[in-house]
């Protein structure tokens, strides 16, 4: 028994090194498959605040372009709705109307940290749940999507960006209505891939990839990108879609947080359908 | 000690802030080449530092990290790995009469070759450990190892300027 001692005792700093490492591949396992439950994340309190200081320091030197961007959206904006202040006439219209209810709600939030060169890339929003953020709820730039909301704190939240080898979207071609899944496998900022759209669906280089919507994340129509390459691999059912993604990842300032208001209730109803 | 347990304190508040602040967001030829400048901190703690010690510090370095990167487990692993790895390395690199009292892991006191050499296998285990991890998979098992490979030679060139950067004169003119 003492020789047993003796000898744990010999190997204690193999022992503490086991141990470490094991607890940190419980975390890395977990973090991968279900990331809901964890804590390790850039929402933290510390973390958002010297992200913010930081972002406080630079955000000047960004911000003719971001006015720039801002006016093109506005103009796209304008161009959609109208300039006048009545140009959607509601007078007639009784209250509680569903043509005027709208099922999606957006929260803007300013973008205080972001990587786009490594493989598992993520934001840090400067609004959290104190502004009823929560999450799984998309994010979306001025241009097209940006990621996911992974995790909230009471001021800040962490999201898993487009450019994440562990983030899937739901897709599909405008034009033709294929569905695919939004996959980034292309090391790079810029584009993007689209896998599981079936080889009989004719997708075009110039195509406009949307979001599918009815996942409670994304609205249905979100630009995406738009289709740079299609490949036909021989033995693979399905193609091989490129896209250039709109939201220029490497620049993204200000985001709107899309909360999907009829979520929960689909969630219930399709929670009571009987498992097969 | 007090000096010591001071100097490191303010060394890693330093290199973990100029990690996530500015080295986070370095774009290097397209992100090819990420630096983690973080591990010097480890690398240049005390010789007379216990091993259990060395695995916890370097534990809890990664996981602080990790928070900042939203990476559980990623950078915690890689630092208990290279902490590992330091307790043999620094074992079989010891000089002949062993560690003096007093002796530090920098380049002044230790020499060029001796501080290159160590540095440059731990930080190569290291960042190969958490390319692969970061990956997750091996389908990309080349372009890993070089983008592993080309970032330990990124972080080990900046290691060696911050040493040659803040070495003191006096400390120069002995070694």
Redesign the interface.
């Known amino acids: 028994m003492r020789d047993l001692f003796r000898f744990l005792y010999r190997i204690r700093d193999t022992l503490l090194f086991l141990a470490l490492l094991l607890t940190a591949l419980v975390m890395l396992y977990n973090g991968n498959m279900h990331h809901r439950s964890i804590a390790i994340n850039s929402s933290n309190a510390v973390a958002g605040t010297i992200f913010t200081w930081r972002s406080q320091v630079t955000e000047y030197t960004s911000l003719r372009e971001r006015n720039e961007k801002l006016v093109v959206e506005n103009e796209a904006l304008r161009n959609r709705y109208g300039i006048g202040s009545d140009a959607v006439d509601t007078t007639m219209q009784p209250a509680g109307d569903s043509a005027i209810w709208q099922p999606f709600t957006f929260t803007a939030a300013k973008v205080v940290h972001a990587t786009y060169h490594k493989p598992l890339n993520y934001l840090t929003l400067d609004r959290g749940s104190a502004s009823s953020l929560h999450e799984d709820m998309g994010v979306v730039g001025p241009s097209g999507i940006v990621g996911v909301v992974r995790a909230v704190s009471p001021r800040f939240a962490s999201v898993i960006s487009v450019l994440n080898t562990d983030l899937r979207t739901s897709v599909k071609v405008k034009r033709t209505g294929h569905f695919g899944l939004l996959y980034w496998n292309t090391m790079d900022a810029a584009t993007a891939s689209v896998i599981d759209i079936p080889k009989h669906g004719r997708v075009r280089e110039q195509d406009t990839i949307v979001t599918m919507g009815g996942d409670g994340i994304f609205p249905p129509g979100v630009p995406v990108g738009e289709v740079l390459s299609v490949e036909n691999p021989p033995g693979r059912p399905d193609l091989n879609v490129r896209i250039r993604l709109f939201e220029d990842m490497a620049r993204v300032g200000f985001v709107y947080v899309v909360e999907d208001r009829l979520r929960s209730e689909r969630d219930s109803l399709e929670s009571q359908q009987p498992t097969r | 000690m007090i000096t010591t347990l001071a100097s490191n304190l303010g060394r890693f508040a330093l290199l973990v ?1 100029l990690q ?2 500015i080295l ?2 370095l ?1 290097v030829a ?2 090819w080449m ?1 630096p983690y400048l973080y591990v010097l901190f480890l690398l240049m703690l005390p010789f007379e530092l216990p ?2 010690a060395g ?2 510090i ?2 809890a370095t ?2 602080v990290l ?9 950078h ?2 890689a630092c ?2 290279m ?2 790895a330091r ?1 043999h390395l620094l074992r079989l690199m010891a000089p002949r009469d062993g560690y003096e009292f007093g002796m530090r892991p920098t380049v002044p006191r230790m020499g060029l070759a001796w501080f290159a050499t160590n540095a440059g296998v731990l930080i190569l285990l290291h960042h190969l450990w958490l390319f692969f ?4 998979r091996f389908d ?1 098992f080349f ?1 890993t190892l070089l983008r592993a490979i080309l970032s330990a030679a990124f972080t080990l060139g900046l290691a060696l300027l911050t040493q040659f950067l803040t070495s003191r004169a006096s400390e120069r003119a002995r070694a």
Do not use: K, Y
Request: glycine share 12%.
């Open positions: 802030l996530v602040l986070d967001r774009d397209n992100g990420v091993n259990w695995l916890l370097g534990a990664g996981l990790d928070a900042f990167g939203s990476t559980p487990g990623m915690m692993s208990t790995v902490m590992f307790i991890v970061e990956m997750h990309a372009s």
